[in-house]
């Protein structure tokens, strides 16, 4: 089991500053759409510039132009790029063409996903690296969690990696210790902290016991 860092509220500088206080005790850093927005692609290719040891996701949510999008994503520097669940399924075939020629990973986001284990299969036979149950901000503001949907996915994904997202924090891995997952992901839990390298530190140690 593997713990991510989502960046979502912060400029480059801020990215860098936090990485840096946590890089020991994470496997991959993500690059959250926010910024993205604010900052391009150039956000993706600092980063990972700075930190090359780390893998570093791209947090695109594509919904269109698959393989045009993760084209770019991968000549920043992203070692990971998220595509989202609800778009057409060439959309997710060709962003996975496009990720192999780079030899990059191609993570499916299922937020906002009806039927989660219908479409998880049917995207786990498109040959994607990770399928991604996700609790977004708005979900979180009305209590949702992932925990079932997780439990949902690994019931019927056979080849991808499993991986969960929004909300956790040191207080919630022993839910997700117990659900399976292959990745954590772990914005606020660490970055609202005061102490994030200790606590990065301790969520590594839950998720490395898994």
Same mark, same amino acid.
């Given at each position: ?13 801020g ?33 990972? !510039?700075?930190?090359?040891?780390? %893998? $570093?996701?791209?947090?695109? +949510?594509?919904?269109? &132009? #698959? @393989? ?42 299922m ?37 079932? !949907?997780?439990?949902?996915?690994? %019931? $019927?994904?056979?080849?991808? +990696?499993?991986?969960? &997202? #929004? @909300? ?29 390298k200790e ?12």
């Amino acid at each position: 089991m593997e713990l991510q860092l989502a960046l979502d509220l912060v400029d480059i500088p801020g990215a860098k500053e936090v990485v840096a206080e946590v890089a020991e005790h994470v496997d991959i850093v993500e690059i959250g759409t926010p910024v993205v927005i604010n900052e391009g692609l150039r956000a993706v290719k600092e980063i990972k !510039e700075a930190f090359p040891t780390l %893998r $570093v996701l791209a947090d695109l +949510k594509i919904m269109d &132009a #698959g @393989g045009y999008e993760v084209m770019k994503a991968s000549e920043a520097g992203a070692d990971i790029i998220t595509v989202l669940a609800v778009s057409d399924d060439s959309t997710i075939k060709g962003a996975v063409a496009e990720a192999r020629k780079h030899n990059r990973k191609i993570m499916v986001d299922m937020i906002n996903v009806k039927d989660i284990e219908g479409r998880a299969k049917e995207i786990d036979a498109f040959g994607v690296d990770y399928i991604c149950v996700h609790s977004g901000y708005d979900h979180q503001a009305d209590g949702k969690n992932s925990f079932e !949907e997780l439990r949902a996915i690994k %019931r $019927v994904v056979k080849h991808a +990696k499993t991986a969960i &997202a #929004g @909300g956790i924090k040191l207080s919630t891995p022993p839910e997700v210790v117990q659900a399976g997952p292959d990745l954590v992901i772990v914005g606020g839990g660490i970055t609202g902290q005061v102490n994030k390298k200790e606590t990065a530190a301790a969520m590594k140690n839950m998720v490395r016991q898994a």
